[in-house]
């Protein structure tokens, strides 16, 4: 990877409460996880990369859906920092959990780093890892955050890039932000002729609006 593609993605771009809101996790349990002592290493204090952003949406999926304790992904993330080096080890292309314990793929089969790297053959997706899009060279370049519910149904109506209007949220394949398709609903624009005018379809702009009412809310 170039330092200029590095770069994009690791420059700061978020503060601690812009990503909580995001990744939907409450601020001060976001504050716990960054930092000089946290799991994930912030360019500044408390203002997050676009990097730092998809590792905490991994670390609230091992957190909340497979709840691993900080103590064993700890102890995971410096297993796998002996195995291979890697500036980001959450988003490791390869690093998947099996809801107990946190292991690798390399190759045809999986490495268990929180039983002495025992190599067991499993199949499993990650919920969470399917909301990261990834370029021909496997690097996380967007973010497809969830709109009500983290849930395999919830459509990828939203992406966060580095790349696309400066890292904020915009509507799938466009550079629209989430937030100015809110701002003009709230103003009294329907929901038809916002859609006529940006060429979207309907349902895009509800979960645009729909997800901006909740970020308020989390506010």
């Not at 590792?55 to 091992?62: D, R, T, V, Y």
């Not at 039983?115 to 990834?134: A, C, D």
């Not at 701002?183 to 916002?194: E, K, N, V």
């Not at 005018?197 to 979960?207: G, H, M, N």
Request: glycine letters at 6%.
């Amino acid at each position: 990877m170039s330092k200029v593609h590095q770069n994009v993605f690791d420059a700061p771009a978020y503060s601690g409460r812009q990503a909580s809101h995001y990744v939907g996790v409450p601020y001060q349990t976001l504050r716990g996880w960054i930092g000089q002592d946290g799991l994930i290493s912030t360019p500044q204090p408390n203002v997050l990369s676009f990097n730092n952003l998809a590792e905490a949406h991994i670390l609230k999926a091992m957190r909340k859906t497979h709840q691993l304790s900080l103590q064993k992904i700890r102890k995971a993330l410096s297993e796998l920092s002996q195995i291979r080096k890697t500036d980001h080890p959450l988003l490791d292309e390869s690093f998947e959990t099996d809801g107990i314990s946190l292991c690798i793929r390399e190759e045809d089969q999986i490495i268990n780093l929180s039983k002495s790297r025992q190599r067991e053959f499993l199949e499993f997706v990650s919920l969470y890892l399917n909301r990261i899009g990834r370029d021909s060279n496997g690097v996380a370049t967007q973010l497809y955050p969830f709109i009500t519910r983290d849930d395999e149904n919830e459509p990828k109506h939203i992406s966060i890039s580095p790349k696309v209007s400066f890292g904020r949220p915009v509507l799938v394949g466009t550079g629209v932000s989430t937030s100015v398709i809110a701002g003009r609903f709230a103003a009294r624009d329907s929901i038809a002729d916002l859609a006529s005018e940006y060429e979207v379809d309907s349902r895009i702009l509800e979960d645009a609006i729909r997800w901006e009412m909740l970020k308020g809310k989390a506010a």
